[in-house]
């Protein structure tokens, strides 16, 4: 089988020390996870797993671990000062914060298991999704995250200090407000018009998000039959674009099916998108 982490760019390269023990894990050769524990019960920690909409679980956040997803997505409103997690604002409820069902839950996770999240495993990645507006919201959530940053990975105009946690900010975002911090606790989730400029740092932009109905017109669904070649071929140039930028790659609007799955493994999307944790993980785990 050709292995995806031949196409990823070198460990040299600084951008990478954005989710370096994850991405040291990939080259070499660990490409599905890593085996972490908490407290007596063992996890596969899967790096290439991410939580669509995790806070619509049952238990948001425990869910997603416990099929040892590395990747979490939160959606945010800024309201009466609070950051409150729900994808409509109508559901934004003052008991569901950021910090109630994500920051603090990491931040004792981190403690119990050696200062990581899965002790002995890779960073975990918390991609936080502004529904509200860009500036103010960000504003607050910078203010948050000081009191976080004890396990918060640290984006610098130069290089990335990786710690037990990286956020990143994605949907309504101000790379304005975000460019002019010299220390930032959150990196900015870039989209491919970005990426084809490839002018701004990774260490400011270290992933690409985008929609793929928005530039692929096959969707995975029986009646479609095979990803056409010449989607394929795209696919791959974009992920392989990316990683030569030092880059990560994420979809948005996939279909949660193997065959989709399958595609994008192989195409070495860095981070597979999904609403069906035990769906995905299953695959990721089949895939060792």
């Given at each position: 089988?050709?292995?995806?982490?031949?196409?990823?760019?070198?460990?040299?390269?600084?951008?990478?020390?954005?989710?370096?023990?994850?991405?040291?894990?990939?080259?070499?050769?660990?490409?599905?996870?890593?085996?972490?524990r908490a407290a007596e019960n063992p996890v596969l920690a899967l790096v290439r797993a991410h939580a669509h909409n995790d806070y619509e679980h049952t238990r948001p956040l425990l869910d997603a671990l416990e099929q040892g997803f590395c990747s979490i997505e939160a959606d945010v409103w800024l309201v009466d000062g609070e950051l409150r997690v729900a994808h409509d604002l109508k559901d934004a409820l003052p008991r569901r914060t950021l910090e109630k069902l994500y920051l603090d839950p990491l931040s004792a996770r981190t403690k119990e298991n050696g200062g990581r999240v899965f002790h002995g495993g890779p960073p975990v990645l918390l991609l936080v999704d502004v529904k509200s507006d860009?500036?103010?919201?960000?504003?607050?959530?910078?203010?948050?995250?000081?009191?976080?940053?004890?396990?918060?990975?640290?984006?610098?105009?130069?290089r990335t200090v990786t710690n037990a946690v990286s956020v990143v900010v994605s949907g309504n975002r101000t790379l304005e407000w975000m460019s002019r911090d010299r220390v930032r606790l959150a990196a900015y989730d870039g989209r491919l018009a970005d990426l084809?400029?490839?002018?701004?740092?990774?260490?400011?932009?270290?992933?690409?998000?985008?929609?793929?109905?928005?530039?692929?017109?096959?969707?995975?669904?029986?009646?479609?039959?095979?990803?056409?070649?010449?989607?394929?071929?795209?696919l791959r140039d974009l992920v392989e674009r990316a990683h030569r930028q030092g880059r990560l790659m994420r979809w948005w609007g996939t279909a949660d099916t193997r065959v989709v799955w399958q595609e994008l493994f192989e195409a070495g999307v860095d981070l597979i998108n999904t609403d069906d944790l035990t769906g995905l993980a299953g695959y990721l785990r089949s895939r060792r």
């Open positions: 089988m050709k292995m995806p982490w031949r196409r990823l760019p070198s460990l040299r390269a600084p951008s990478f020390r954005f989710f370096r023990n994850a991405a040291f894990g990939l080259c070499a050769g660990v490409l599905f996870g890593f085996v972490g860009a500036t103010n919201t960000y504003r607050v959530l910078r203010s948050v995250l000081q009191r976080y940053q004890s396990m918060l990975t640290r984006f610098e105009s130069n084809e400029e490839g002018n701004v740092s990774a260490h400011l932009i270290p992933l690409i998000s985008d929609n793929w109905a928005m530039h692929f017109r096959w969707r995975g669904r029986a009646e479609d039959g095979a990803l056409p070649a010449e989607e394929r071929v795209k």
